[in-house]
């Protein structure tokens, strides 16, 4: 099963991937982790993205579609994949079908998680971390014992820049203008599958598995 996973920040790709990953026993592949493996490995793709990160410059799409095309001849991918930030604008998306229609592979589905801006906010704005062992709350949905205090060490919680409100709606601005038009791309194709990503995390797994047909003892 050849699968990629949409949605804003925030609405819970990272997490559905990880579970999809475990559940189908798919590799769940993000350019973060392409990009970490490849310098680590100094390979000659990672020295090219290293150059491009220690200078602060974004990585150009051929360099990313070159690593994400390698990543996908691994034999792990064998039985599918999961994408996982990739594509990111349509020019990514028509490249990735290229790289598939190389391979003689084909995407399967796009999972789009819908989530509201306001539940978004909400949800990202209303993190607190540990300063000491970086253990991580939500004021609303689960708060420490001790307000402001984590339950752990005891050491004070903090609001991550990244997670204030100013920079919430930039990066949703962002998302909205280069990745949300996948969700046509991909409709367009027939390949979309929407989830109403506002419920509890199993309740949104359940619902991704039912729509993918996926029964409960399948891939045990």
Request: hydrophobic residues 35%; glycine residues 8%.
């Amino acid at each position: 099963m050849n699968l990629l996973i949409l949605g804003a920040p925030g609405a819970g790709k990272g997490t559905m991937a990880q579970m999809l990953q475990e559940k189908l026993n798919i590799p769940h592949i993000s350019t973060g982790d392409i990009f970490r493996y490849n310098i680590k490995n100094d390979t000659e793709l990672g020295r090219k993205v290293k150059q491009y990160i220690e200078s602060g410059a974004l990585v150009p799409d051929s360099l990313t579609v070159d690593l994400m095309k390698d990543r996908l001849q691994k034999p792990d991918c064998l039985k599918g994949f999961l994408l996982d930030g990739f594509p990111r604008t349509i020019n990514q998306a028509e490249s990735l079908d290229a790289i598939l229609d190389e391979m003689n592979l084909n995407l399967d589905n796009a999972i789009y998680l819908e989530v509201p801006d306001e539940v978004i906010i909400e949800r990202i704005t209303g993190r607190r971390v540990c300063t000491e062992c970086g253990k991580t709350y939500h004021i609303k949905n689960n708060p420490p014992i001790r307000e402001g205090l984590c339950d752990v060490c005891g050491k004070p919680l903090i609001q991550r820049e990244d997670d204030k409100e100013a920079t919430v709606i930039k990066r949703l601005e962002t998302y909205h203008r280069q990745t949300e038009p996948l969700v046509a791309y991909y409709k367009n194709q027939g390949k979309l599958l929407v989830v109403n990503g506002e419920g509890s995390i199993d309740s949104v797994f359940q619902e991704i598995l039912r729509i993918l047909g996926v029964q409960e003892n399948d891939f045990n």
